[in-house]
């Protein structure tokens, strides 16, 4: 009914943590969590899931990015950001 936001993040073949998964793989997660419309954004190393706190306003990783040598510099990324008006 659009008043939910799914953000799902998958971490990438790091055995035997992660098996990472197909786009087929991807598109059946989001029907069985009830999404309507989906979009891929990356499947590269460089994935990052990054919350804030609601009690201590810390940035914390919460993901495990399949890069060897951990989280990446990148040039994009998707914010969601409360309160906060489109320009």
């Known amino acids: 009914d659009g008043t939910r936001l799914l953000l799902v993040t998958v971490d990438g073949r790091q055995k035997p943590r992660s098996d990472g998964m197909t786009l087929r793989e991807l598109a059946n997660l989001m029907l069985a969590l009830g999404a309507r419309d989906a979009i891929n954004l990356d499947g590269g190393r460089s ?41």
């Open 47 to 87: 994935t990052t899931m990054v919350v804030k706190s609601r009690t201590t306003d810390k940035l914390t990783v919460v993901n495990t990015p399949s890069d060897p040598n951990g989280e990446r510099e990148v040039g994009n990324a998707l914010a969601i950001v409360k309160g906060c008006a489109a320009r």
